[in-house]
């Protein structure tokens, strides 16, 4: 999603919670080797693992003698960027998104030589206006120059208008800083060039309910939910109609598939483990809420979930 989560935001206003950027364990195994472009490894060659989802997230691999290396991905359910460089060649960059719990991924990076870059004008392209500025601003938003970042985005959007990337980040930028309106309007130039972005679709529905727009919130919001089923907070959002209303049965399934798509999210282990309590499943109950004080020691029902499990 972007430079940094937004998306459980997107709460009911009595479950409002902050983005996480905590990792959890829904784990993924990468692997991958490093080659020129006939296909010889190459052994220098260095892996930089980051996410534009998660705030200062870095990884640096070296690959081995053959040019391979590996990885764990802690967090599965983000987009993270693999650059990959090695002296004498052109850096290469390329979003990954993988499976949750795979362990056959393995991806191949054939970097050009300088000279080979050279002549295919792809070192010309990385200097053009816009894209220069943008690799600016996140080599500032990795070093916490949030400001500094915020400047380079904007003009990175002021040389492209339709870089949606950049107007992400500025949408991205300005709401955690609290600048709500000038998150909104990012959001929507952003949404006018990708109307199925989730992460401004949530910015928009954020900075609308910080502004207390009502109807407009709705509207994101319900935009989000429609491209994001089985997002574990769409899905927790949705369990919560049922819970409001004593529903068990109808909120069952939908705790369920919170819990089947990120096995750590706090508020589906918690509300699932009380729900297993009211059918007298206790062991179940006790194991969902203590899980939820594993991933959320400091959470909202924290103090509720210890008392209930003294008498479990």
Do not use: W
């Not at 709460?11 to 364990?25: D, E, H, I, N």
């Not at 009502?214 to 939910?225: I, L, N, S």
Request: some cysteine.
């Amino acid at each position: 999603m972007s430079l940094r989560a937004l998306r459980r935001c997107i709460l009911p206003a009595l479950l409002l919670a902050a983005a996480s950027t905590v990792f959890g364990a829904v784990q993924a195994r990468v692997s991958g080797v490093v080659t020129d472009t006939q296909g010889n490894p190459l052994p220098d060659a260095v892996v930089t693992v980051t996410s534009d989802e998660v705030r200062n997230y870095e990884k640096v691999i070296e690959a081995d003698k053959k040019g391979k290396f590996k990885i764990v991905i802690i967090d599965a359910t983000r987009r993270y960027i693999f650059h990959v460089e090695a002296p004498g060649y052109q850096p290469q960059d390329r979003p990954i998104k993988v499976g949750i719990g795979t362990t056959d991924n393995f991806f191949e990076f054939e970097l050009d030589s300088l000279q080979e870059a050279a002549a295919a004008g792809e070192i010309e392209a990385k200097q053009q206006p816009g894209y220069k500025e943008f690799e600016e601003g996140r080599l500032l938003l990795r070093a916490g120059d949030d400001e500094g970042a915020l400047v380079k985005f904007k003009e990175a959007v002021e040389a492209m208008p339709d870089l949606v990337p950049a107007l992400n980040a500025v949408a991205e930028l300005n709401f955690e800083a609290g600048r709500y309106e000038e998150a909104l309007a990012a959001a929507r130039k952003c949404l006018e060039q990708d109307d199925e972005s989730a992460e401004c679709l949530a910015i928009a529905a954020n900075s609308c309910q910080a502004l207390g727009d009502v109807e407009a919130q709705a509207g994101y919001t319900a935009r989000y939910q429609e491209l994001n089923p089985e997002d574990p907070t769409v899905l927790f959002n949705e369990a919560v109609v049922f819970l409001n209303k004593m529903d068990d049965e109808g909120a069952r399934p939908l705790l369920e598939r919170c819990l089947t798509s990120d096995p750590d999210f706090p508020e589906c282990n918690f509300e699932f483990g009380m729900l297993l309590l009211r059918t007298g499943d206790m062991e179940g109950a006790k194991s969902h809420l203590e899980k939820y004080l594993e991933v959320s020691p400091d959470g909202t029902d924290a103090a509720t979930a210890k008392e209930t499990i003294k008498y479990l």
